[in-house]
């Protein structure tokens, strides 16, 4: 896999949480059976492989010490490596390689987000402001890809319900969506006319309300890389990996069901919903399986794929009386 030199091979002091500290931190979780100290940690530290691909030197993440949060696996962590080299992110190209290859290019200082419609406190939020709004948990979670694929990965941030309290709804706010940049200079990908740009995502007030559902600014103890979305992307671990988008620049809150950009591509294949369901298969494929990136060997079993991505206890009931097939 090609990895682009130009730029530092290690982030700078200052932008990640210093190493003591990180190790400390590590082994406060391990103690805690928090299952931290995974194969994903030489990752982080042991080789300056795909650790470059950032170009806000100065940024950090505030604050550095992201608590344990609730609902975190104790499955083993998918390696920072395959977590940081094997994206989706099509601004950058297609190819699972291209986003560590370009998203170097990627400028995420200064960065705001629109808050826009229908709320009270509407307005562009600046980067530095979101990081400060709400204390930041460190969340491990699955994430099941709708390719077929899945990771398991330590993401930093807070509920994103933080921040929809924050900027206060009005009563006709009962969806959200998020936009996010599509700057042809910055991002080869958008260029090409794969989707219709930007990138769109979107959930129901109740989806994004969960407490599951986390904005999102981190992974692995340090800031997002920009191929796995900085300086800020959602989380929505019960859903197939699309519905997280990256690099958002505006949240809006709306009254209808807003456009997806899969959805709207391939409506038969991609609905705006989109919970992992292993039961209502993919139009050209079977999604009851999936393979956990890092267990490729070729007698590795594929691991049944769990209702909601094993999310169900706490998601189920935003469904209750929906047909999932009708609504996938
Ligand atoms: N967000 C944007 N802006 N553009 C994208 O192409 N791809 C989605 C999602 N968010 C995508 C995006 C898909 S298909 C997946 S599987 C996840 O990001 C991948 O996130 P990861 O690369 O951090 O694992």
């Known amino acids: 896999m090609l990895i682009r030199s130009s730029v530092p091979s290690r982030p700078l002091g200052s932008e990640i949480t210093a190493e003591p500290v990180y190790r400390q931190r590590r082994r406060l979780l391990a103690a805690a059976g928090f299952g931290a100290a995974s194969a994903g940690m030489a990752g982080v530290f042991g080789s300056g492989a795909a650790l470059a691909q950032r170009s806000d030197a100065g940024a950090s993440l505030a604050p550095l010490e992201a608590k344990p949060g609730p609902f975190s696996t104790m499955e083993r962590q998918t390696s920072f490596e395959d977590a940081s080299t094997y994206n989706n992110f099509y601004e950058f190209g297609t190819d699972k390689s291209d986003p560590v290859r370009y998203a170097d290019r990627l400028q995420t200082r200064p960065w705001t987000v629109a808050v826009e419609g229908e709320v009270a406190k509407p307005g562009n ?6 990081l400060k709004l709400a ?3 460190e969340r491990v979670y699955r994430m099941r890809c709708v390719e077929g694929w899945s990771m398991v ?12 309290r924050h900027v206060e709804p009005t009563g006709n706010a009962k969806y959200l969506q998020f936009v996010t940049l599509a700057d042809p200079k910055q991002m080869p990908g958008v260029r090409a006319g794969v989707l219709d740009w930007p990138y769109r995502e979107g959930l129901r007030m109740d989806e994004a309300m969960h407490p599951l559902t986390l904005l ?3 992974m692995y103890g340090r800031i997002l890389p920009n191929q796995n979305g900085a300086p800020i992307r959602i989380v929505v671990p019960w859903k197939y990996g699309f519905k997280s988008a990256k690099s958002i620049v505006s949240i809006r809150f709306m009254e209808e069901q807003p456009i997806n950009s899969w959805g709207r591509m391939a409506p038969s294949e991609y609905g705006f919903y989109s919970n992992v369901n292993p039961e209502v298969d993919h139009p050209r494929w079977s999604q009851a399986t999936e393979r956990r990136i890092g267990e490729d060997g070729f ?6 794929t769990l209702m909601f991505n094993g999310y169900a206890e706490q998601v189920a009931q935003l469904y209750a009386g929906m047909d999932l097939r009708k609504f996938y």
């Open 125 to 130: 939020y600046d980067i530095e402001r979101l």
């Open 135 to 137: 204390p930041q948990e």
């Open 153 to 164: 990965i330590p993401w930093i941030g807070y509920p994103l319900a933080e921040l929809i």
């Open 216 to 218: 999102t600014f981190g």
């Open 299 to 304: 007698f590795t079993r594929k691991r049944k």
